[in-house]
C-alpha cells in the first residue's frame, strides 16, 4: 500500500494547500543506486574495480566468524579517487616464516657467492686463495663499521652490481651472513629471464628466489668477499654490537644499493637459528 506525508508548503508559511509527498520505496532506492554507479563508470572506469573490490570484501568479512579475526584486526581502506573513498575491514594476513639453519662458511661451499679468505703465511705470493677484488668503478672505501642489535630474522636482501665487497669481524668473533646466487642480467641474457626488475641505478636484475637464500656461520681469523650481484643481509650476531671492517666503494650505499623485500614481495620472513648449525658441508 503506498502511504503519504503531508506536509506544509513551503510558500506563505504553510497557509496554501498541504501537497502530498511520496514516499521513496525499495524500488526507487535501487533505481537511485544503479544510476549512481553508471554515472561513475562513464565519468571514471576505475570506480568499477573500486565497487567490485569493496562488494567482495564486505561479503567475504561477514562470512567470517568473529572468533577468527579477533587477535587479527585491521582496517582495510583504499582511495576510489576524486577525494572519495572506501574504508572496508578485513583480515590481517601475516607472512609465512622460513627456518634456515646457518652453515659453517668454508671456501669450497661459499664459492657461488664469493670467497671465504683465511690467514696465509707471510710472504706468500699473490694466488688465486686471495680476495679477488674489482674496485675499479670508483674510488675504494675502507673502514671500520660498528653495527648494533641485529635480530636474527629478516625479509630484506641487499646487492652491489658495481663492486665487490670484503666482510670480516675485529677479533674473529662469531657472525652469520644471509646470501642468495647473483641474479644479474647482463647484456644479451634480457630473454632468458621472464621476470626481470630494473634497479635505480639502472641495470636489470631477476628477483632472488627464497628457496636460494642460505645463511652462513663466520668464525676465526677471516673474512667474506661477495661478488658482484650477490643478494646478502647481515652481518648478524648476538653480541650488542660489534666491529666490522668494509671494503667498498666511496658511493656504494648511494648509488649502488638495490633491495629486494620478500614480505613486501613475497609475503615470506626468513629467520635464523644461530644455536643450530649445520656442519655437515664444513
Known sequence: MLRTEYRPHPINNGTSPRIPKRQK???????????????????????????????????????????????????????????????????????VEVKLIPIEATPENFAEYGQVIEASRDGAGFGPNDAQLDLSRGIPRFYIMRIRDTPFDFSVLTHHASVTQCLGSIGGHVWYLGVAKPTLIEDGDDGKMVDK??????????????????????????????????????????????????????????????????????????????NDVDTSSS
Open 25 to 95: 520505496g525499495p524500488l526507487f532506492s535501487l533505481f537511485f543506486h544503479v544510476k549512481h554507479i553508471l554515472l561513475k563508470l562513464t565519468r571514471k572506469p576505475r570506480y568499477f574495480w573500486c565497487f567490485l573490490t569493496e562488494s567482495r570484501l564486505e561479503e567475504n568479512f561477514r562470512k567470517t566468524p568473529k572468533s577468527s579475526y579477533a587477535n587479527s584486526y585491521l582496517h582495510f581502506h583504499f582511495s576510489c579517487g576524486d577525494g572519495e573513498s572506501s574504508s572496508v575491514p578485513t583480515m590481517a594476513k601475516s607472512p
Open 197 to 274: 626488475l630494473k634497479s635505480r641505478s639502472g641495470h636489470l636484475y631477476a628477483p632472488p628466489a627464497v628457496e636460494e637464500i642460505r645463511v652462513f656461520r663466520v668464525s676465526g681469523p677471516k673474512f667474506i668477499k661477495l661478488n658482484h650481484g650477490t643478494w646478502h643481509v647481515g652481518p648478524l650476531f648476538s653480541d650488542s654490537y660489534m666491529d666490522f671492517y668494509n671494503l667498498e666503494l666511496s658511493n656504494t650505499n648511494a648509488v649502488d644499493r638495490t633491495t629486494y623485500d620478500f614480505i613486501k614481495n613475497k609475503g615470506v620472513t626468513i629467520r635464523v637459528d644461530p
